[in-house]
């Protein structure tokens, strides 16, 4: 793009946000100081299923330094119960006839309580130590229900109902497919059928979920500083919750420490704490204790998968057909989101003509899920991705040369699968080039060394397996995204943008598109994201979709403010804005650059310009509406070490080779890659949120969450191609999740491998995480070695 | 913006523990990044509150309470510690140093800080300030480290966004244990 002159874009430029974070000068909810603000502390449910029978707050009502207990009988007719928006269907999918509940969640819990960590009542105290004093203080006695944990026992005929007004426990129902799966399997020549579950996983992003609400005296409005992924939703949910207008609540976006998903899921605290700051008169915060965090707020990643894969004799693949269940914990929150991602990302790559699967969300009296980056694709492709591997063994052939026979070709770009994407449209992978990543894949990792030092004695004892595993995904999911761009009383370019960060750069990303297309240096730039008092609206960043679409609305925007910019000049230099040219923030006459003005000068000068338009002029709003997904892919190959003795599993080497379109920063890119890989590696290796089967909770602190450590993660090395996408002008992709796909396949396939080298070892991965004690279990079930 | 008292200035507020509060009180003087503190805290004030809460020092993060992600890690006489895991009264007469007091004395960010600039050390900077307590501490002792007890460090603290990958090149880097990062990757990238 000519035009855009500095070319910021595409180049590894150092992030403005780290300076002040490395000074410990962040912004985060639970660091602001806002004067007289008091705190806030739940009584949460212990138990999965009850009736509550007593409750009483009255002791801790009377409590010195309480404020106020509230509990449901205080708020039931003064905050609307939550719905979550992500609950629409959209017209094509309604034809598959799915089945989605909405079930809107209580605001406080009473009678009815549905699982461990649902809030009963909340204490608002003079600090968060009297809050919790005060939470001792309320009585509370429970009447048992049945509860069910199991998502399989869940949907058993028979099984306790979940909510006891419901008539069954699914939430959630969808089936859809193309061709004649049944048929093909029948006559098939080589047929793979097994379980695949991912168990359950938190997203635990290192800063827990935080609000901060206060409501001015004198007009009434209510300012909400959160660390929501999603600040417009937000203030959508709390202004229709506690009927106030939209005009008069702004939420803001602090800085906010990771999110993946989980802080993208609006709960019913975030409506409980605006609603007691004007109640009160008082500001009011929450920060989630990480107790909280990992019982009580979103988890997610839970599904069973039974697949069938069918393929000729040269292991051409012609059917794939999975039955699969997604946990969504005591209410259906997210809706189609996390299932049908699953669904129309399970054939991914491969070109299969005959497809049937079935998803069902079931509830469970657990706590409610939310979608994790990657949202039912590192699922369905470890689902997908360890059949695969099956299937290859069955047929006897290297599991990359069975991948590489079916996958689609860069000359069928773009791609139509025949089914249906997350929007009821024809899914069509805009652009692409799956071969080459996988042969680039097998060459970095150097596939034929490895198996030259596998057909050799084990080193130390140690067995080496290699595993791989590809995957798509459909980014920049609409329905829009909005820039605002102005010129500032300063001669500064500001943007403002729905679309917040947690973490991933936005403000240099944007700074370096905003800079491009409207002609000045990235250090006269500011980028706001997140205030939703400035800009009036926004989705926020979740689904690998803030670069897609707030990308290209900075883009839209940067053109339209320049060219506002330029008609303005015109008016105040007395020319014509086609014989002027914007360059590093100073406007000049095309050919007698002593005729200038900078940006200052003219936004003092508009208002005084003789002649001009009457609008203020320098600012412009712009939304993206993506036509389509920008399909982002990649393909994983990881080297692992497995010790029999102790059966610990150390990833020795990790190689991605991805596709995102252009990249707009390529350091910035390459670290989400990593940390979602790392992620990944967690996730097969040791992450877990476990229930007994009563539903308590047994994983409630980091001591028992395992989270992936530095040593885990080996330095994974990256390779990838760029197939600019056609989908929108910048060519970009979403990236921020794709890292995180691939890694549970992955490894879960290169640890079968290194398993199944040893001494005649017959076993196969169907969970993880594949932590040393399930290791040891896998030998020591294996018929082979017995 | 809505007027807030920003936090993170050198300016030191102490705060009388809120009236309610009914647990015994105690003076304590301590050296807070090398400025002479005294105040009155309540017997079960965790030191990370005070740091935060009462002396506005709210660089030191929290992210679990429990001891285990050490994004809370200060140095209690130069020696890296939890500060979740103790209780203000504990450190009286003793000596902490917060991020906030990691910088130069002309305010440039130390090497370690510098580092993880550098080296894309950081995304959403809430584990940062733990890190850098624990690194700056390994590269301020005399002896040097080795790469293993750089990675046994690193392993004191739970970073969930960066796969710890640039965090431990960062403090290789930092730590003269590797050349400086090549800018391999700059430039446009296009076209397969
Ligand atoms: S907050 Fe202290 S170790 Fe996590
Ligand atoms: S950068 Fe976010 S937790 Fe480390």
Same mark, same amino acid.
């Given at each position: 793009?000519?035009?855009?002159?500095?070319?910021?874009?595409?180049?590894?430029v150092?992030?403005?946000e780290?300076?002040?974070?490395?000074?410990?000068?962040?912004?985060? !909810?639970?660091?602001?100081?806002?004067?007289?603000?008091?705190?806030?502390?739940?009584?949460?449910?212990?138990?999965a299923?009850?009736l509550?029978?007593?409750l009483?707050?009255?002791r801790?009502?009377?409590?010195p330094?309480?404020i106020a207990?509230?509990?449901?009988?205080?708020?039931?007719?003064?905050?609307?119960?939550?719905?979550?928006?992500?609950?629409?269907?959209p017209?094509?999918?309604a034809?598959?006839?799915p089945i989605?509940?909405v079930?809107?969640?209580?605001?406080?819990?009473?009678?009815?309580?549905?699982?461990?960590?649902?809030?009963v009542a909340?204490?608002?105290?003079e600090?968060?130590?009297?809050?919790?004093?005060?939470?001792?203080?309320?009585?509370?006695d429970?009447d048992?229900?049945?509860?069910?944990?199991?998502?399989?026992?869940?949907?058993?005929?028979?099984?306790?109902?979940v909510?006891?007004?419901?008539?069954?426990?699914?939430?959630?129902?969808?089936?859809?497919g193309?061709?004649?799966?049944?048929r093909?399997?029948?006559?098939?020549?080589? !047929?793979?059928?097994d379980?695949?579950?991912?168990?359950?996983?938190?997203c635990a992003?290192?800063?827990?979920?935080?609000?901060?609400?206060e409501?001015?005296p004198?007009?009434?409005?209510?300012?909400?500083?959160?660390s929501?992924?999603?600040?417009?939703?937000?203030?959508?949910?709390?202004?229709?919750?506690?009927?106030v207008?939209?005009?008069?609540?702004?939420?803001?976006?602090v800085?906010?420490?990771?999110?993946f998903?989980?802080?993208?899921t609006?709960?019913?605290?975030?409506?409980l704490?605006?609603?007691?700051?004007?109640?009160l008169?008082?500001?009011?915060?929450?920060?989630?204790?990480?107790?909280?965090?990992?019982?009580a707020?979103?988890?997610?990643?839970?599904?069973?998968?039974?697949?069938?894969v069918?393929?000729?004799?040269?292991?051409?693949?012609?059917a794939v057909q999975?039955?699969?269940?997604?946990?969504?914990?005591?209410?259906?929150?997210t809706?189609?989101?996390?299932?049908y991602n699953?669904?129309?990302?399970?054939?991914?790559?491969?070109?299969v003509?005959?497809?049937?699967i079935?998803?069902t969300?079931?509830?469970?009296?657990?706590?409610?899920?939310?979608?994790?980056?990657?949202?039912g694709?590192?699922?369905a492709?470890?689902?997908?991705?360890?059949?695969?591997?099956?299937?290859?063994?069955?047929i006897?052939?290297?599991?990359?040369?069975?991948r590489r026979?079916?996958?689609?070709?860069p000359?069928?770009?773009?791609?139509?699968t025949g089914?249906?994407?997350?929007?009821?449209?024809p899914?069509?992978?805009?652009?692409?080039d799956?071969?080459?990543?996988?042969?680039?894949?097998?060459?970095?990792?150097?596939?034929?060394s490895?198996?030259?030092?596998?057909?050799?004695?084990?080193?130390?004892?140690?067995v080496?397996?290699?595993?791989?595993?590809?995957?798509?995904?459909?980014t920049?999911?609409g329905?829009?995204?909005?820039?605002r !761009?102005?010129?500032?009383?300063s001669g500064?370019?500001?943007?403002?943008?729905?679309?917040?960060?947690?973490?991933?750069?936005?403000?240099?990303t944007?700074?370096q598109?905003l800079?491009?297309?409207?002609? !000045?240096?990235?250090?006269?730039?500011?980028?706001?994201?997140?205030?939703?008092?400035r800009?009036?609206?926004?989705?926020?960043?979740?689904?690998?979709r803030?670069?897609v679409?707030?990308g290209?609305?900075?883009r839209?925007?940067?053109?339209l403010?320049?060219?506002?910019?330029?008609?303005a000049?015109?008016d105040?230099?007395?020319?014509n804005p086609?014989?002027?040219?914007?360059?590093?923030?100073?406007?000049?006459?095309v050919?007698?650059?002593?005729?200038?003005?900078?940006?200052?000068?003219?936004?003092?000068?508009?208002?005084?310009?003789?002649?001009?338009?009457g609008?203020?002029?320098?600012?412009?709003?712009?939304?993206?509406?993506?036509?389509?997904?920008?399909?982002?892919?990649?393909a994983?190959?990881?080297?692992?070490e497995?010790?029999?003795?102790t059966?610990?599993?150390?990833?020795?080497d990790?190689?991605?080779?991805?596709?995102?379109g252009?990249?707009?920063?390529?350091?910035?890119?390459?670290?989400?890659i990593?940390?979602?890989?790392?992620?990944?590696?967690?996730?097969i290796?040791?992450?877990h949120?476990?229930?007994?089967?009563?539903?308590?909770?047994?994983?409630s602190?980091?001591?028992?969450y395992?989270?992936?450590l530095?040593?885990?993660?080996?330095?994974i090395?990256?390779?990838?191609?760029?197939?600019?996408s056609?989908?929108?002008?910048?060519?970009v992709?979403?990236l921020?999740?794709?890292?995180?796909v691939?890694?549970?396949?992955?490894?879960?396939?290169?640890?079968?491998?290194?398993?199944?080298?040893?001494?005649?070892a017959?076993?196969?991965?169907?969970?993880?995480?594949l932590?040393?004690?399930?290791v040891?279990?896998?030998?020591?079930?294996?018929?082979?070695?017995? | 913006?809505?007027?807030?008292?920003?936090?993170?200035?050198?300016?030191?507020?102490?705060?009388?523990p809120?009236?309610?509060?009914?647990?015994?009180?105690h003076?304590i003087?301590?050296?807070?990044?090398?400025?002479?503190i005294e105040?009155?805290?309540?017997?079960?004030l965790?030191l990370?509150?005070?740091?935060?809460?009462?002396?506005?020092l709210t660089?030191?993060?929290?992210?679990?309470? #429990?001891?285990?992600?050490?994004a809370?890690t200060?140095?209690?006489?130069?020696?890296?510690i939890?500060s979740?895991?103790?209780?203000?009264?504990?450190?009286?007469?003793?000596?902490?140093?917060?991020?906030?007091?990691?910088?130069?004395?002309?305010?440039?960010?130390?090497?370690? #800080?510098?580092a993880?600039?550098?080296?894309h050390?950081?995304?959403?900077?809430?584990?940062?300030?733990?890190l850098?307590?624990?690194?700056?501490?390994?590269?301020?002792?005399?002896v040097?480290?080795t790469?293993?007890?750089?990675?046994?460090?690193?392993?004191?603290?739970?970073c969930?966004?960066?796969?710890?990958?640039?965090?431990?090149?960062?403090?290789r880097?930092?730590l003269?244990?590797?050349?400086?990062?090549?800018?391999?990757?700059?430039?446009e990238r296009?076209?397969?």
């Amino acid at each position: 793009m000519s035009e855009e002159s500095p070319g910021y874009v595409g180049r590894s430029v150092p992030r403005v946000e780290d300076e002040r974070l490395v000074r410990g000068a962040g912004r985060f !909810v639970a660091d602001l100081h806002v004067a007289d603000a008091a705190d806030v502390a739940f009584l949460r449910s212990t138990q999965a299923h009850a009736l509550i029978s007593r409750l009483d707050t009255s002791r801790a009502r009377s409590m010195p330094g309480v404020i106020a207990v509230y509990e449901a009988a205080d708020v039931v007719d003064q905050i609307t119960p939550l719905v979550a928006a992500e609950l629409r269907v959209p017209p094509g999918l309604a034809e598959l006839g799915p089945i989605n509940k909405v079930q809107p969640v209580p605001i406080l819990a009473n009678p009815e309580v549905t699982y461990v960590g649902q809030p009963v009542a909340m204490v608002v105290a003079e600090s968060r130590y009297l809050a919790e004093d005060a939470v001792e203080l309320i009585e509370i006695d429970y009447d048992e229900l049945p509860a069910v944990v199991d998502l399989e026992l869940a949907v058993a005929p028979d099984a306790p109902l979940v909510l006891i007004d419901e008539q069954d426990n699914v939430g959630v129902h969808i089936r859809h497919g193309k061709g004649d799966a049944a048929r093909a399997i029948a006559n098939a020549a080589v !047929v793979v059928a097994d379980t695949f579950s991912t168990q359950r996983h938190v997203c635990a992003p290192l800063e827990t979920r935080g609000i901060l609400a206060e409501q001015d005296p004198f007009s009434g409005a209510l300012t909400v500083w959160s660390s929501t992924q999603t600040p417009h939703r937000l203030r959508d949910h709390i202004a229709e919750s506690i009927d106030v207008l939209a005009d008069d609540v702004r939420v803001q976006a602090v800085d906010v420490g990771g999110g993946f998903g989980q802080k993208g899921t609006v709960v019913v605290e975030e409506l409980l704490v605006p609603y007691a700051a004007r109640h009160l008169g008082r500001p009011v915060r929450w920060i989630a204790d990480r107790y909280e965090n990992l019982t009580a707020d979103a988890h997610a990643r839970e599904q069973v998968h039974h697949i069938t894969v069918a393929a000729d004799a040269d292991g051409k693949l012609v059917a794939v057909q999975d039955r699969f269940l997604v946990n969504l914990g005591a209410r259906n929150m997210t809706g189609l989101v996390v299932p049908y991602n699953a669904l129309c990302h399970l054939v991914g790559p491969y070109q299969v003509d005959n497809v049937d699967i079935e998803a069902t969300g079931v509830l469970t009296n657990t706590t409610f899920t939310s979608p994790y980056r990657g949202a039912g694709r590192p699922e369905a492709t470890f689902a997908m991705e360890r059949a695969l591997d099956l299937l290859a063994i069955e047929i006897g052939m290297e599991p990359s040369e069975l991948r590489r026979r079916n996958l689609i070709g860069p000359e069928q770009m773009p791609y139509r699968t025949g089914m249906l994407d997350r929007r009821g449209l024809p899914q069509e992978y805009d652009s692409g080039d799956y071969p080459e990543l996988l042969s680039r894949a097998v060459d970095m990792i150097d596939l034929p060394s490895v198996r030259k030092r596998q057909s050799s004695p084990p080193a130390g004892g140690r067995v080496i397996g290699v595993g791989f595993a590809m995957y798509i995904e459909m980014t920049g999911s609409g329905p829009f995204e909005g820039a605002r !761009v102005e010129v500032t009383r300063s001669g500064r370019v500001r943007l403002y943008t729905g679309a917040s960060s947690q973490g991933q750069g936005h403000r240099t990303t944007f700074a370096q598109i905003l800079a491009d297309s409207f002609g !000045v240096d990235m250090a006269d730039i500011d980028v706001v994201a997140g205030d939703t008092s400035r800009i009036p609206d926004g989705i926020g960043t979740v689904a690998s979709r803030a670069l897609v679409t707030a990308g290209n609305a900075t883009r839209q925007a940067g053109h339209l403010l320049r060219q506002r910019v330029l008609d303005a000049a015109a008016d105040v230099m007395e020319s014509n804005p086609a014989d002027l040219e914007l360059n590093k923030g100073i406007i000049s006459v095309v050919g007698s650059p002593t005729k200038s003005i900078t940006l200052a000068e003219l936004i003092r000068a508009v208002p005084h310009a003789p002649g001009g338009t009457g609008s203020d002029g320098l600012s412009e709003t712009s939304y993206f509406r993506p036509p389509n997904y920008a399909t982002a892919s990649g393909a994983h190959a990881v080297v692992v070490e497995v010790e029999p003795l102790t059966g610990r599993v150390s990833v020795v080497d990790y190689v991605v080779v991805h596709e995102a379109g252009r990249i707009v920063n390529p350091r910035i890119a390459d670290a989400q890659i990593v940390g979602g890989v790392a992620q990944g590696i967690g996730g097969i290796l040791c992450e877990h949120i476990v229930y007994d089967p009563s539903g308590q909770p047994l994983t409630s602190t980091f001591a028992d969450y395992a989270m992936p450590l530095a040593s885990m993660i080996p330095d994974i090395r990256l390779d990838e191609i760029v197939c600019p996408s056609p989908t929108n002008p910048l060519g970009v992709k979403g990236l921020g999740e794709g890292g995180a796909v691939g890694p549970p396949a992955a490894i879960a396939n290169a640890v079968e491998d290194a398993l199944r080298r040893m001494a005649g070892a017959d076993v196969t991965i169907r969970t993880g995480p594949l932590s040393p004690s399930r290791v040891l279990g896998l030998l020591a079930a294996s018929p082979s070695l017995n | 913006m809505t007027e807030l008292t920003s936090t993170t200035s050198s300016r030191r507020r102490i705060l009388a523990p809120p009236a309610s509060e009914s647990t015994a009180r105690h003076e304590i003087a301590v050296q807070i990044n090398g400025e002479a503190i005294e105040a009155e805290v309540e017997s079960r004030l965790l030191l990370t509150d005070f740091l935060r809460e009462r002396l506005g020092l709210t660089g030191t993060h929290v992210g679990c309470e #429990q001891g285990s992600c050490g994004a809370c890690t200060v140095l209690l006489d130069d020696v890296p510690i939890r500060s979740c895991l103790l209780l203000a009264p504990q450190i009286d007469g003793r000596s902490i140093r917060t991020v906030e007091g990691l910088a130069e004395r002309d305010g440039t960010p130390n090497k370690m #800080q510098q580092a993880f600039c550098d080296h894309h050390g950081l995304q959403c900077g809430f584990c940062t300030p733990g890190l850098l307590i624990t690194l700056t501490s390994l590269a301020e002792r005399e002896v040097p480290v080795t790469l293993d007890e750089l990675d046994h460090h690193l392993d004191s603290s739970i970073c969930r966004c960066t796969g710890y990958m640039n965090i431990r090149n960062a403090a290789r880097y930092a730590l003269g244990l590797m050349p400086p990062r090549v800018e391999d990757r700059s430039g446009e990238r296009d076209g397969p």
